[in-house]
């Protein structure tokens, strides 16, 4: 008799929250609690599946054991019609900076819902190096771009900054409301306490201060030295940056200013490989491997 066995992988990664990129670089941010909260920054590594409850995002969270938060909009719609969750079904709310609370549902409305909690919130500080992607895909069609801030919110990446070049010139501001979007949806189905930052499009110049800040800065490049050797004499750091260029490449002037800064050319393989399959490439390979160093 044939089984069938289904694995399933959850990622359960934190990233920081929306930050000044020089701020960041230098220090480690710890999310703000409220109050109430109880701090989980000095233990292990937190399961954030938890018990499986269903978990909605709201901007606001009660405060302590017993209080109520509304929740309205498209969570309210996910929550009673999508889940049909009910009275006295049980939930976790958090809010995208690291604090996690479990409650019920103790009244729905037309437009809304009450949740009280039952527990104290807890906050999760971000968990090992925080990675800042930025990468020239305003080009992208096609839901491409989607695709590469659903996967780099999956992985765990700390921000995501569409980048302005010679061959990539623009990305419309509506396009980054809707990676927003696609952002959110995929902290909450990764079971991400941190929600991972869609900046607005840099120019290129703007991202040099942030590279001389920032060691170790990756810069894909194809022929470049591979990244797994790079990597063998590299350290664990807080922050990193990773450096995608567009479709057609950086030009060379870009390049040089990049290295004169200080990022660092990586080589992918021999194969030339889109902007979002370059950027995943890079990111997951420095996830896993900060992950390892990581005590």
Same mark, same amino acid.
């Given at each position: *008799?044939?089984?069938? #066995?289904?694995?399933?992988?959850?990622?359960?990664?934190?990233?920081?929250?929306?930050?000044?990129?020089?701020?960041?670089?230098?220090?480690?941010?710890?999310?703000?609690? $409220?109050? %109430?909260?109880?701090?989980?920054?000095?233990?292990?590594? @937190?399961?954030?599946?938890?018990? %499986?409850?269903?978990? #909605?995002?709201?901007?606001?969270?009660?405060?302590?054991?017993?209080?109520?938060?509304?929740?309205?909009?498209?969570?309210?719609?996910? *929550?009673?019609?999508?889940?049909?969750?009910?009275?006295?079904?049980?939930?976790?709310?958090?809010?995208?900076?690291?604090?996690?609370?479990?409650?019920?549902?103790?009244?729905?409305?037309?437009?809304?819902?009450?949740?009280?909690? +039952? /527990?104290?919130?807890?906050?999760?500080?971000?968990?090992?190096?925080?990675?800042? $992607? #930025?990468?020239?895909? %305003?080009?992208?069609?096609? %839901?491409?771009?989607?695709?590469?801030?659903?996967?780099?919110?999956? &992985?765990?990446?700390?921000?995501?900054?569409? =980048?302005?070049?010679?061959?990539?010139?623009?990305?419309?501001?509506?396009?980054?409301?809707?990676?927003?979007?696609?952002?959110?949806?995929?902290?909450?189905?990764?079971?991400?306490?941190?929600?991972?930052? +869609?900046?607005?499009? *840099?120019?290129?110049?703007?991202?040099?201060?942030?590279?001389?800040?920032?060691?170790?800065?990756?810069?894909? +490049?194809?022929?470049?030295?591979?990244? #797994?050797?790079? &990597?063998?004499?590299?350290?664990?750091?807080?922050?990193? @940056?990773?450096? @995608?260029?567009?479709?057609?490449?950086?030009?060379?002037?870009?390049? /040089?200013?990049?290295?004169?800064?200080?990022?660092?050319?990586?080589?992918?393989?021999?194969?030339?490989?889109? $902007?979002?399959?370059?950027?995943?490439?890079? =990111?997951?390979?420095?996830?896993?491997?900060?992950?390892?160093?990581?005590?």
């Amino acid at each position: *008799m044939n089984h069938a #066995f289904q694995i399933q992988v959850r990622v359960m990664r934190t990233a920081s929250v929306r930050f000044s990129f020089p701020v960041l670089l230098h220090r480690r941010i710890v999310p703000r609690g $409220v109050v %109430g909260a109880r701090s989980l920054s000095s233990q292990p590594k @937190v399961n954030q599946s938890r018990g %499986g409850l269903p978990r #909605f995002h709201s901007p606001s969270l009660p405060s302590s054991e017993g209080d109520v938060v509304r929740i309205q909009g498209d969570e309210f719609w996910h *929550m009673t019609r999508v889940l049909r969750l009910s009275i006295n079904d049980r939930v976790e709310l958090f809010d995208g900076s690291g604090c996690l609370v479990e409650g019920t549902i103790q009244r729905i409305e037309k437009n809304g819902s009450d949740i009280m909690a +039952v /527990k104290d919130p807890i906050i999760v500080a971000p968990y090992g190096m925080q990675w800042h $992607v #930025f990468a020239a895909f %305003g080009t992208l069609k096609g %839901g491409r771009a989607d695709w590469l801030i659903e996967k780099c919110t999956e &992985l765990g990446a700390s921000s995501v900054t569409p =980048l302005l070049t010679e061959r990539c010139r623009a990305i419309s501001e509506n396009k980054v409301d809707r990676l927003q979007r696609v952002m959110l949806a995929a902290v909450k189905q990764c079971q991400r306490l941190h929600q991972m930052a +869609v900046n607005s499009p *840099m120019d290129i110049t703007d991202l040099l201060p942030i590279v001389s800040q920032s060691k170790p800065s990756f810069i894909a +490049v194809a022929e470049a030295t591979p990244l #797994f050797n790079i &990597l063998s004499n590299s350290t664990v750091k807080e922050s990193g @940056v990773l450096i @995608v260029g567009p479709e057609g490449d950086f030009t060379e002037e870009e390049l /040089k200013m990049m290295k004169a800064a200080g990022a660092t050319a990586v080589g992918l393989g021999a194969c030339r490989l889109r $902007v979002e399959t370059a950027t995943i490439a890079l =990111l997951s390979t420095l996830m896993l491997w900060s992950d390892a160093k990581t005590p």
